[in-house]
């Protein structure tokens, strides 16, 4: 009896590194134990407040950025606020199909008014999901995918995307800041603060990105980042305002791995407005930062 029992605790200890070892060649091992949290500062998108059961959160970002949408006969590129969220569950066995977690997020959406571009329930392998909703009057883009492989007939991870676009949203390429500090000697960017602060919103970070980028694809260029306020507080505070946040994006900068030498920093608050700070248009156009060649 001993003998078999010794034998049968060998036999799931090898099953378990085998299903370890399957997992740790798709890099899903960061959330293998049970009970494991969602990663720190992500949850679910507010239009999918309740999840598929046993999947938490691996990875989310939010950014200012793209997404290309595609679905049989349309095709649409979106801009505007996008968050993506990763899920994953530790163990295929405790993880749904395909098919069954594409169908719960497109019920979810039928049942707010939004519209299934990419069925997947009319597609062969109900993998995909592209939804399009209306949300407080703006237009919100949803899809759904994963890039890992199927195991055991479930998806072990998943990704989401909720895009809500915005007519005004800036995505700047560092090619195009490359072209306008060529052609004008600087940019006008506009990297979201929260008011009173300087920590950089994650909806921001893929501005400070190709400005990085910038950087490294031109080796020689050096810039000064500059902080610019509207007039809502004291000139002495503003200006305090603006050398924080304009320190704050140089920090990144180098964070990121350029080097400290070619970058400088400096804030002017109020002082120089390029619209009408009585109006709130003009006030926002105000708060921004420039990036001005050396």
């Excluded at 399957?22 to 890099?27: D, H, I, K, N, T």
């Excluded at 810039?223 to 924080?244: F, M, Q, Y």
């Excluded at 990144?252 to 002017?268: D, P, Q, Y």
């Amino acid at each position: 009896m001993n003998t078999t029992n010794s034998r049968m605790r060998k036999m799931t200890m090898r099953i378990r590194s085998v299903v370890m070892s399957v997992l740790a060649v798709f890099g899903l091992l960061s959330c293998i134990e049970a009970g494991a949290a969602d990663a720190k500062g992500c949850q679910d998108p507010a239009m999918f407040p309740t999840r598929i059961p046993n999947y938490v959160i691996a990875s989310c970002k939010t950014s200012n950025d793209a997404e290309s949408f595609s679905w049989p006969g349309g095709q649409k590129q979106a801009m505007g606020v996008r968050t993506e969220v990763t899920y994953q569950v530790g163990v295929p066995s405790d993880g749904a199909s395909p098919k069954y977690i594409a169908a719960n997020y497109a019920n979810a959406i039928i049942q707010i008014g939004g519209t299934l571009l990419l069925d997947p329930a009319k597609s062969t392998l109900g993998d995909r999901m592209t939804a399009r909703v209306s949300v407080d009057g703006k237009e919100v883009w949803v899809h759904l995918r994963s890039e890992k492989p199927v195991i055991g007939g479930n998806w072990v991870s998943y990704k989401l995307v909720v895009l809500q676009s915005d007519a005004g949203a800036q995505v700047v390429t560092a090619q195009k800041m490359l072209d306008e500090l060529t052609k004008a000697g600087f940019i006008t960017l506009y990297i979201n603060f929260d008011t009173g602060k300087w920590d950089i919103k994650p909806e921001s970070k893929a501005t400070v990105g190709e400005i990085a980028t910038l950087l490294r694809n031109n080796p020689n260029l050096r810039i000064s980042v500059e902080g610019h306020t509207d007039n809502v507080g004291t000139p002495a505070a503003n200006k305090t305002l603006s050398e924080n946040r304009a320190r704050s994006v140089m920090e990144a900068l180098v964070g990121s791995g350029i080097h400290a030498g070619r970058l400088k920093s400096a804030g002017f608050g109020q002082e120089r407005p390029v619209a009408d700070n009585r109006t709130e248009e003009g006030r926002a156009k105000n708060r921004r930062v420039e990036l001005v060649k050396l």
